[in-house]
T-cell receptor
Framework: GQNIDQPTEMTATEGAIVQINCTYQTSGFNGLFWYQQHAGEAPTFLSY????GLEEKGRFSSFLSRSKGYSYLLLKELQMKDSASYLC??????????FGAGTTVTVRA | TAGITQAPTSQILAAGRSMTLRCTQDMRHNAMYWYRQDLGLGLRLIHY???????GKGEVPDGYSVSRANTDDFPLTLASAVPSQTSVYFCASSGTSYNEQFFGPGTRLTVL
């Protein structure tokens, strides 16, 4: 089975940095994805890691350590529009995605 | 560009009735997926299709069936709805199983 853990909620101030951690134990590994989901909307793709290390894309960065079963999503220069749920998803050996329950980030002025 | 569309947007259904949720994509993606999203549980895969003519079971397939007669359409059918199937249903597609998935806007289903 798949086990993907991430914190339920995080709160941060506008302009600050927030790091969302994700740990996983899955049967096979073929990449880790982060999605953003605003309330009442569909998830949208943010980042993808398949090799160890940091992937940077503007204000968002994602890190992966396969040996530790660990990833984080780093959100820099937080804006009010970044208030959303962030979903960690692992692609298993059969190339299907398993999602964590999501982390709700609230950005305060 | 439409991307992925789902219908209906929302539905209230009496227990025991059947219902088909529609999903259509215009990106010529080979792979399509159905998920349900429940509070505190995240997205769970119901069924998937890697290419037209093939389907597979996901994590929570019981009570649901799918078909993939062509590339664009991937309907999800509830043969006899039960209250535990109350959820938000998302359809998604990807070019192949290697690519990131794109999600439709969702269908909010309430079974009473």
């Amino acid at each position: 089975g798949q086990n993907i853990d991430q914190p339920t909620e995080m709160t941060a101030t506008e302009g600050a940095i927030v790091q969302i951690n994700c740990t996983y134990q899955t049967s096979g590994f073929n990449g880790l994805f982060w999605y953003q989901q605003h309330a009442g909307e569909a998830p949208t793709f943010l980042s993808y890691n398949v090799l160890d290390g940091l992937e940077e894309k503007g204000r968002f960065s994602s890190f992966l350590s396969r040996s530790k079963g660990y990833s984080y999503l780093l959100l820099k220069e937080l804006q009010m529009k970044d208030s959303a749920s962030y979903l960690c998803a692992v692609r298993d050996g059969d190339y299907k995605l398993s999602f964590g329950a999501g982390t709700t980030v609230t950005v305060r002025a | 560009t439409a991307g992925i569309t789902q219908a209906p947007t929302s539905q209230i259904l009496a227990a025991g009735r059947s219902m088909t949720l529609r999903c259509t994509q215009d990106m010529r993606h080979n792979a399509m997926y159905w998920y349900r999203q429940d509070l505190g549980l995240g997205l769970r895969l119901i069924h998937y299709s890697n290419t037209a003519g093939t389907t597979g079971k996901g994590e929570v397939p019981d009570g649901y069936s799918v078909s993939r007669a062509n590339t664009d359409d991937f309907p999800l059918t509830l043969a006899s709805a039960v209250p535990s199937q109350t959820s938000v249903y998302f359809c998604a597609s990807s070019g192949t199983s290697y690519n990131e998935q794109f999600f439709g806007p969702g269908t909010r289903l309430t079974v009473l």
